[in-house]
């Protein structure tokens, strides 16, 4: 579990265009009035417990580059990379009695819809490249369902579709507004647009706010390998000079010790490990390879041996290490080759052995 690493504010030290926030929150697009009741008491909420704040910047260190990254090329608000410190700390084992799982906390029918693996060995819930796509495609289904409308589609993420069709047609009926502030909708979901709107105000103006932010750097902090052989977690971290742990907390998706058999995986290591992991990975298939050629070899050499070796019949005196020397062999080969279990010999014994 990742959980809140304590790391001091004033450790990092980045201008603004190397730190994240800044330039993250000049693309913020969710145009909310902040003065709203419920998301000044959230404001007000968040303010008193400025450890909560920090554990989620430092939880969402490791990830949010690439979420954001992510937003961008859909040309989606950049607050949405914010959701996942609403849905789980930005915890991307955060798991619910419901059944929703990873940083975006993805239901198993979500899942499902957006081809999702799921299995004993993998759980791409919990892989942050495989649910932040899913999430954001689902967001934007959303969008387009609720006529561009991103508090109804935010609404919908958390309570679903269909409660929030149910809300709006109540209030249609009854000649209210359809707004998501007017509409009667679970309270879990009516907490969750003001804690979005609160934390992306206090992002965007931490000054204003009083608060300082742990800097997340405006660059990758991981990157990734395709593994297409099943490898052991900890062999991984040694060919990377990392630890298992930092392997596991950055492949969450893992369930098990070992990576899924017959399955392409795409490895997250950090950033300055990569180099290291993929020369091992290549010394390593060289190996493999090597190995393979020696084996492939042997199996042809006794069709092709017939024609550079004679049989030699065993002379009293003779004993393994003298034939071995006089025939430019070894011990080894000559009893692997006649498929002797004992070094002695016997008169008058038949050997197989190279010409000299």
């Given amino acids: 579990m990742l959980g809140w690493i304590n790391i001091p504010a004033q450790t990092f030290h980045l201008s603004d265009e190397q730190n994240l926030w800044p330039v993250m929150s000049q693309h913020f697009k969710i145009a909310e009035d902040v003065r709203h009741t419920d998301v000044q008491h959230q404001i007000d909420t968040d303010l008193r417990h400025p450890k909560y704040i920090h554990r989620l910047t430092v939880n969402a260190r490791p990830y949010l580059y690439y979420v954001y990254q992510e937003t961008e090329k859909k040309h989606l608000p950049a607050e949405l990379a914010l959701l996942p410190m609403i849905e789980s700390d930005y915890i991307p ?140 977690l900890k062999t991984i971290a ?9 392997v596991k907390k950055l492949n969450p998706a893992l369930r098990r010790q070992v990576t899924p058999p017959h399955q392409t995986l795409t490895l997250v290591l950090p950033a300055e490990k990569k180099t290291t992991f993929v020369k091992h990975l290549a010394a390593r298939k060289q190996l493999r390879d090597a190995i393979a050629a020696v084996a492939v070899a042997a199996k042809k050499k006794p069709s092709s041996a017939q024609h550079h070796e004679h049989t030699y019949t065993v002379r009293r005196g003779d004993n393994l290490h003298e034939l071995a020397a006089e025939f430019h062999t070894t011990t080894y080969h000559i009893m692997e080759h006649n498929h002797l279990k004992t070094v002695e010999l016997s008169i008058g014994q038949h050997l197989r052995l190279p010409n000299a």
């Fill in 93 to 232: 084992h955060g798991y619910s009695r419901k059944g929703a799982d990873g940083l975006w906390q993805l239901m198993p029918s979500t899942a499902n819809d957006y081809g999702i693996k799921m299995n004993a060995w993998y759980d791409g819930r919990r892989s942050t490249a495989v649910s932040t796509q899913a999430a954001l495609n689902f967001l934007s289904y959303l969008y387009q369902l609720f006529n561009h409308n991103w508090l109804l589609a935010l609404a919908a993420y958390n309570a679903g579709p269909g409660t929030v069709m149910e809300a709006i047609h109540y209030n249609q009926a009854r000649g209210r507004p359809t707004n998501f502030w007017a509409l009667p909708l679970p309270k879990q979901t009516k907490e969750y647009i003001p804690k979005l709107i609160a934390i992306a105000a206090i992002i965007q103006h931490p000054h204003t706010y009083g608060v300082r932010l742990a800097p997340v750097p405006n660059k990758p902090v991981t990157s990734t390998v395709t593994l297409k052989k099943q490898m052991h």
């Fill in 238 to 246: 040694t060919m990377a000079h990392t630890t298992v742990n930092t």
